[in-house]
């Protein structure tokens, strides 16, 4: 079956671009004619509404998700805050629940996917420069930071453990809206979180090992619970059973957005007081390590020659984390619960930093598509 994507495809090298609405995840562009098709919660589409111009009850739920989606950043920095004063609104949440919450997360990215595009990692440029930079960039940056700001050895362990995750796919939202090359992004968050399976225990291993210790099989086999899997299975949802997955697909961004503010809640609501004690130390060193991300993606991606609108997607993807991974990760494997408390601060810095830096980058054209 040909994928929606086609990402063995050569992306055109003056295309014209469509301004779609915003959706979480935003699917793979894909070549039609010479325009990229709209991006429509993971599926493509035409249109949001009826041959006579009412919406339908599923187009008010996309166009609902859409904007849930589109203000992620508020609900994370929201839900962080009820946690910080008010810790007892998350003593629901259990461990269950948590897994389950980022499972489905995984799951919704990997019906935006299928097989095709798993295999076509190798294909899309600017994939060597943004491996190179997602692998050295963020781990060393969060190294170097907690050594720069003395960090206690479980925010030092929490700060490198979200160096080292994969990108989020909130990244693809933030290109999009930044002008950068969202077909590149969404393939480069595929690509990171199938390597995570490997790279976040290897590297989180390495160099977290000084400061506590790292149980690397019990990440290994976590990871790829959390996130292999799942995004394996709805990439066979998508290949095989695509009524189903258009049928489910409004319903995932909600899901994700949730998960995302409740988790990131929860990490800060189980240490509400330690953080109240300590609070700037750790945005300063989260702010810090997310910065280093978007200021190196960019700067390597341009002295290699990669065009601007790649190079904002790299620096995009290289400067924003899986945090709610790293949250899943430090509350299972890391006997301090402080440890998740930099990977939790760390989802509303590099959404605010992210939301930032696109909308300054979205008043200005590159080159490529002014032309």
Request: hydrophobic letters at 45%; a positive charge.
């Amino acid at each position: 079956m040909r994928s929606q994507y086609d990402l063995r495809a050569q992306f055109p090298s003056k295309p014209t671009w469509l301004l779609p609405s915003v959706s979480f995840p935003p699917t793979l562009a894909t070549k039609t004619g010479r325009s990229l098709a709209p991006l429509q919660c993971g599926i493509l589409s035409n249109s949001c509404s009826t041959d006579d111009g009412k919406r339908s009850f599923r187009d008010w739920v996309e166009v609902v998700g859409e904007a849930v989606s589109t203000a992620f950043p508020i609900w994370v920095a929201l839900g962080c805050l009820l946690g910080l004063i008010k810790p007892s609104s998350f003593n629901w949440v259990t461990p269950n629940l948590t897994i389950l919450g980022i499972t489905l997360t995984m799951l919704g990215m990997g019906m935006t996917l299928t097989f095709n595009d798993l295999r076509g990692v190798g294909y899309a440029q600017g994939i060597t420069c943004w491996l190179c930079s997602s692998v050295l960039v963020m781990p060393l940056s969060g190294y170097a930071v907690s050594k720069l700001l003395n960090l206690p050895s479980y925010y030092a362990a929490g700060l490198i453990l979200v160096g080292c995750c994969p990108g989020g796919t909130a990244s693809n939202i933030v290109t999009y809206i930044a002008r950068g090359n969202v077909a590149l992004s969404v393939l480069m968050t595929a690509a990171s979180t199938l390597s995570a399976v490997i790279m976040t225990p290897f590297l989180t291993a390495k160099l977290a090992g000084q400061y506590v210790a790292v149980d690397a099989a019990g990440l290994l086999f976590s990871t790829l619970q959390v996130v292999l899997l799942p995004v394996l299975a709805g990439a066979f949802l998508n290949q095989y059973f695509q009524g189903l997955v258009k049928f489910v697909s409004p319903l995932m961004p909600p899901i994700a957005v949730g998960t995302v503010a409740v988790l990131c809640g929860n990490a800060i609501a189980q240490s509400s007081s330690a953080i109240l004690m300590s609070g700037k130390q750790v945005v300063l060193a989260a702010a810090l390590l997310h910065a280093s991300g978007f200021f190196f993606g960019y700067i390597l991606s341009r002295i290699l020659g990669i065009d601007v609108s790649s190079s904002r997607t790299i620096s995009i993807e290289v400067g924003m984390q899986n945090s709610v991974l790293g949250v899943v990760l430090a509350s299972q494997h890391f006997g301090n619960p402080l440890t998740a408390v930099p990977c939790a601060v760390s989802s509303v810095c590099h959404s605010i930093l992210g939301s930032a830096l696109a909308g300054i980058w979205r008043q200005s054209v590159p080159t490529q598509k002014q032309d």
